[in-house]
C-alpha cells in the first residue's frame, strides 16, 4: 500500500518541470509522414539491470495511445521476434526498416536505449534514476520523424529541511523499499511519460486516434 501512495506521487510529477533544457525539434518530416501505428522494439539496456529493458517498455504503450496511436500488441511482437530467433534488442534494432515493415505492417518503429536505470545509495540517502532516448522511424522509408531523451529521479523536489535525524529516515525507508522491490520500476514509467506524450515542447505530435490530431 506504501508502495502505491509512492508509484502516485511520482506519476504526478511525470510532466513537470525536466533536467535538461528546453530545444527545439525539427518535425517537417514527422508532418510529412504522418504515421498510424507504431512498433515499440525491445530497448537496448546500457545500465548493469538486467530488467530495464522491459521495465521500460512494458509502460512506454501507454504515452503512446494517449497520443492518439496504434500500438501494435508487445507480447505479440515479443513472441514474433522469437519465432524467428531474434532474443535480444541489439539484434532486433539492427533489422533493416523495410523488413519490419515487411513483418508487421507498421508505419513506424520506435527505437529506445535506456542508459541509466536503479538506485545509487550515498551517505545518507539514496537517488532512483531512469534516463532514456527514443527515435522514431518511417518503416517505409527509413527516415528518422523524431528524436528525444529524458530522465527521471526520486530525489526531484526533494528537500532536506527534516534536519540529519530526518534525513536518516528517510533514507532508511528508501532502502527497504527498494531492497524488497524494483524501486526504478514506476520511474521509468515517468520518464517514459516525459519522453513520449504528445503536446509536449519536445515530445511527440498527436496521432490520428486523437482529437487534437494535426492542431500540433
Request: hydrophobic share 40%; proline share 6%; aromatic share 6%.
Amino acid at each position: 500500500m506504501r508502495l502505491l501512495k509512492l508509484t502516485g506521487a511520482l506519476l504526478a510529477l511525470a510532466l513537470l518541470g525536466g533536467c535538461a533544457a528546453p530545444k527545439t525539434v525539427d518535425y517537417s518530416a514527422f508532418k510529412q509522414s504522418r504515421p498510424k501505428s507504431i512498433l515499440v522494439l525491445p530497448p537496448i539496456n546500457e545500465s548493469p539491470e538486467v530488467q530495464a529493458s522491459y521495465s521500460l517498455m512494458s509502460q512506454v504503450t501507454y504515452p503512446l495511445a494517449e497520443a492518439g496511436y496504434y500500438v501494435l500488441p508487445i507480447a505479440l511482437v515479443d513472441e514474433t521476434f522469437r519465432q524467428n530467433g531474434l532474443t535480444t534488442p541489439n539484434d532486433i534494432q539492427a533489422l533493416p526498416p523495410g523488413k519490419l515493415h515487411e513483418i508487421f505492417g507498421a508505419d513506424s518503429a520506435l527505437y529506445i536505449t535506456v542508459s541509466e536505470y536503479g538506485t545509487k545509495y550515498m551517505l545518507i540517502t539514496s537517488d532512483t534514476a531512469v534516463t532514456a532516448s527514443a527515435k522514431l522511424v518511417d518503416l517505409r522509408t527509413g527516415t528518422t520523424l523524431w528524436t528525444g531523451s529524458a530522465r527521471a529521479s526520486s530525489e526531484e523536489g526533494n528537500s532536506n529541511g527534516g534536519g540529519l535525524v530526518g534525513m536518516l529516515i528517510t533514507a532508511a525507508v528508501k532502502q527497504v523499499i527498494n531492497s524488497s522491490t524494483d524501486a526504478a520500476h514506476p520511474i521509468a514509467g515517468i520518464t517514459g511519460a516525459r519522453l513520449l506524450s504528445a503536446g509536449q515542447r519536445t515530445g511527440i505530435l498527436y496521432g490520428p486516434r486523437s482529437p487534437k490530431y494535426g492542431t500540433d
